[in-house]
């Protein structure tokens, strides 16, 4: 199985300060890595698919990049409404995998 | 509007069965994949199983957590899809998601669409 390691596991920052994500899988899966973002009580939201697509609707302030092994995600400016926890996940095999997720705090 | 909503959740005995469903509405369910994934409280989410549409002959994926205990199926007729979970362990408790897989020319599907989750917790 593919192991998808997601660093860091908290993260505090502040409105309008650019946060990065980094996700890392155990062997390489091309391009085919999604971030979804999830707030408390509901359910995860698309992002980012294919490593760096922009899902519809997604403001632009979120961007992904990375192949093979090594992926991140930005938020170039961050939001009050941006505090939640992003999750990555690969469809390159199966099973499919998420990784352990990054809580967003309020610095 | 593009919607999931799933039912069927409940308190069940570990070795019990539960039978979880999930309507769509908004699209053409017959031409997507759709898949379960599941958060135990206050956990990350775990992907529980897959089944891909007409078109790829309805076949089948599952974790290895649940394979040969759970059973997924759709009826394309009643745009709905189910989740037959049988010999249930306490951990299986969870929230279970219904999502749709993308369909993006040349591309693998992701989740683009969620419900809102159906409630399983298994406990004696």
């Known amino acids: 199985d593919i192991q998808m390691t997601q660093s860091p596991s908290t993260l505090s920052a502040s409105v309008g300060d650019r946060v990065t994500i980094t996700c890392r899988a155990s062997?390489?899966?091309?391009?085919?890595l999604a971030w979804y973002q999830q707030k408390p009580g509901k359910a995860p939201k698309l992002l980012i698919y294919e490593a760096s697509n922009l899902e519809s609707g997604v403001p632009s302030r979120f961007s992904g990049s990375g192949s093979g092994t090594e992926f991140t995600l930005t938020i170039s400016s961050l939001q009050p409404d941006d505090f939640a926890t992003y999750y990555c996940q690969h469809y390159d095999s199966y099973p499919l995998t998420f990784g352990g997720g990054t809580k967003v705090e309020i610095k | 509007e593009v919607r999931l909503v799933e039912s069927g959740g409940g308190l069940v005995q570990p070795g019990g069965s539960l039978r979880l469903s999930c309507a769509a509405s908004g699209f053409t369910f017959s031409d997507h994949y759709m898949d379960w994934v599941r958060q135990a409280p206050g956990k990350g989410l775990e992907w529980v199983a897959r089944t891909r549409n007409k078109a790829n002959s309805y076949t089948t994926e599952y974790a290895a957590s649940v394979k040969g205990r759970f059973t997924i199926s759709r009826d394309d007729s009643k745009n709905s899809l189910d989740l037959q979970m049988n010999s249930l362990k306490t951990e299986d408790t969870a929230l279970y998601y219904c999502?749709?897989?993308?369909?993006?020319?040349?591309?693998?599907?992701?989740?683009?669409?969620w419900g809102q989750g159906t409630m399983v917790t298994v406990s004696s």
């Open positions: 062997q390489s899966i091309s391009r085919w």
């Open positions: 999502a749709r897989g993308s369909i993006i020319l040349g591309s693998r599907p992701s989740f683009d669409i």
